[in-house]
């Protein structure tokens, strides 16, 4: 079956411009979250939606980051004034459930802001 | 101090070799996952452990939560399984225990 997909799949944008990233998760997953990979940095844990309950907005590294999933499928994390240390891979994972279920990841968005 | 460890940074190994990852952290979790991820590639989930041993194929991944350790060993290895490896723990603090932390990668190896 398909699996979680995201596009773009390569942004490039100028610096204090903003930007939207979506993520289509599989099918059915009800969990949903966002991560960010910069270059030689670790994975960072961003935001996470599961159902209906209000997201877990507690990884955002900023006010000009902030994420929205409609009717609990695709989901839109959106930079606001982007800055050059924004660049990075940006991950969107679901899971049938929240919790201690699997994380299927999609293949990224890779942001470069100049 | 990262809340979660991983060791060694880099491994060479030649075909065949028996392969160890090393992983510890330092808060308290309820899941352990163990992500592979390949040059290039998206990221893929091998195990995810909240205690004991599971294994898939040539791949074992132990947890031992008194010690706040986990391990990933790979068998016989091969040259298809040079990618990074990436240990990453979800965290009970906060008030969803939705906080994950990761570790900054073994890139493996392997040298046919």
């Known amino acids: 079956g398909a699996g979680v997909s995201q596009s773009p799949s390569n942004k490039v944008t100028e610096k204090g411009k903003d930007v939207e990233l979506r993520c289509d998760p599989i099918s059915g997953h009800t969990a949903l979250y966002w991560y960010r990979q910069s270059l030689g940095q670790g994975l960072e844990f961003l935001i996470y939606?599961?159902?209906?309950?209000?997201?877990?907005k507690s990884g955002l590294p900023s006010d000009r980051f902030s994420a929205e999933r409609t009717g609990g499928s695709v989901s839109t994390l959106t930079i606001q004034r982007t800055q050059q240390e924004d660049s990075a891979v940006y991950l969107c994972?679901?899971?049938?459930?929240?919790?201690?279920?699997?994380?299927?990841f999609g293949p990224g968005t890779r942001l470069t802001v100049t | 101090k990262n809340e979660v460890e991983q060791s060694p940074q880099n491994l060479t190994a030649q075909e065949g070799e028996f392969i160890t990852i090393n992983c510890s952290y330092s808060?308290?979790?309820?899941?352990l996952h163990w992500l592979q991820q390949h040059p290039g590639g998206g990221i893929v989930s091998l195990f995810m452990?909240?205690?004991g041993k599971k294994k898939h194929g040539r791949l074992i991944a132990t947890i031992n939560i008194q010690e706040k350790h986990s391990s990933l060993h790979i068998t016989a290895s091969h040259p298809r399984d040079s990618a990074v490896y990436i240990c990453?723990?979800?965290?009970?603090?906060?008030?969803?225990?939705?906080?994950?932390?990761f570790g900054t990668g073994t890139s493996l190896t392997v040298i046919p």
């Open positions: 990453a723990v979800r965290s009970i603090r906060g008030s969803t225990g939705n906080q994950f932390y």
């Open positions: 808060v308290g979790i309820s899941a």
């Open positions: 994972a679901s899971s049938l459930r929240g919790g201690t279920y699997e994380q299927y």
């Open positions: 452990l909240s205690s």
């Open positions: 939606f599961q159902g209906n309950s209000a997201p877990d």
